[in-house]
């Protein structure tokens, strides 16, 4: 089953596999990043997304994300090679 994006960010869960896409907006309050530095990070740095209907979802989980930004700090470098 999938979780279904709603007005504000808020996700309607259907199943146990938890949300499947965030808007923006409920993505940088996860992270605790403001939208406008969301939108200038470096391509290496940014979560995973798609682009439906004219909406970006972020497709990466908020703890996922920070835990790969985390690994790549960890190995001495800020780029991913």
Excluded: K, N
């Excluded at 146990?16 to 409920?26: L, N, R, S, T």
């Excluded at 940014?46 to 004219?54: E, F, H, N, W, Y």
């Excluded at 909406?55 to 780029?79: F, K, N, T, W």
């Amino acid at each position: 089953m999938t979780a279904v994006a709603t007005a504000g960010g808020r996700a309607a869960r259907h199943g146990g596999e938890g949300q499947a896409g965030y808007h923006v907006a409920a993505w940088c309050r996860s992270v605790g990043i403001g939208r406008a530095t969301f939108y200038v990070l470096a391509p290496h740095l940014r979560p995973r997304s798609v682009l439906l209907g004219g909406r970006r979802l972020i497709i990466e989980a908020p703890a996922a994300y920070l835990q790969r930004v985390a690994a790549m700090q960890a190995g001495g470098s800020d780029e991913e090679h």
